[in-house]
């Protein structure tokens, strides 16, 4: 997960710099809860200009990811459904 969290962030700055992104990720509660994928530690916190997110996840405490997207600053660039 450390590998990811580090390497992510700059793909996206790379594919950003070019084109305009736009990730779709569907699912978040089935992550695994180990090594912070539920936690989305892995998830960059400072997003580039031309990405746009949508993201999914069942919501509750249970799956922690829908609790963190709401959190944190990364609501702002990103639609909840």
Do not use: H, Y
């Amino acid at each position: 997960m450390k590998s990811l969290s580090e390497f992510f962030p700059t793909c996206l700055e790379k594919a950003c710099a070019e084109v305009r992104v736009v990730l779709i990720l569907d699912s978040l509660d089935q992550l695994s809860p180990e090594d912070g994928g539920r936690q989305l530690e892995w998830w960059p916190r400072k997003l580039p200009d031309n990405v746009a997110v949508i993201m999914s996840t069942l919501p509750g405490e249970e799956f922690e990811a829908f609790t963190n997207l709401r959190v944190s600053s990364i609501q702002k660039k990103t639609l909840l459904l």
